[in-house]
């Protein structure tokens, strides 16, 4: 399998929107999930997408960021607005090749490099 490589992030005022690529491969059919972390904190996920399209949220996100994918291209997105300070950190897209997604970092077998995410006040 080719790696996972984001693209996308960067540093952007407050109130302003980012979008997120994942170069996917094969892994685009399977479960797929944006993870984040910031200095001195846990890897948490923040969106993620199963095989049959269910995209569940973490709370701090919800109304703000949408994930999609584009099967024909095999990248997933995430795209992010009214940003907050708050969502500045690494973001890191993950795949696990079955069709259940799961909000757990050691249920994902292949990981990007991540992309940094700054948020301005």
């Known amino acids: 399998q080719e790696p996972l490589v984001e693209s996308g992030g960067g540093s952007v005022q407050a109130g302003g929107s980012l979008r997120l690529s994942c170069a996917a491969s094969e892994y685009i059919k399977f479960c797929m999930a944006w993870f984040r972390q910031a200095p001195g904190k846990k890897r948490e996920r923040v969106a993620s997408?199963?095989?049959?399209?269910?995209?569940p949220y973490a709370d701090s996100v919800k109304g703000r960021f949408t994930i999609s994918r584009d099967s024909a291209k095999n990248i997933l997105y995430l795209q992010m607005n009214e940003l907050k300070p708050e969502d500045t950190a690494n973001y890191f897209c993950?795949?696990?090749?079955?069709?259940?997604?799961?909000?757990?970092?050691?249920?994902?077998?292949?990981w990007g490099q991540g992309t940094q995410v700054t948020v301005l006040s």
């Open positions: 997408i199963d095989s049959l399209g269910w995209t």
């Open positions: 993950a795949a696990r090749t079955v069709r259940d997604c799961s909000p757990f970092t050691d249920r994902y077998s292949a």
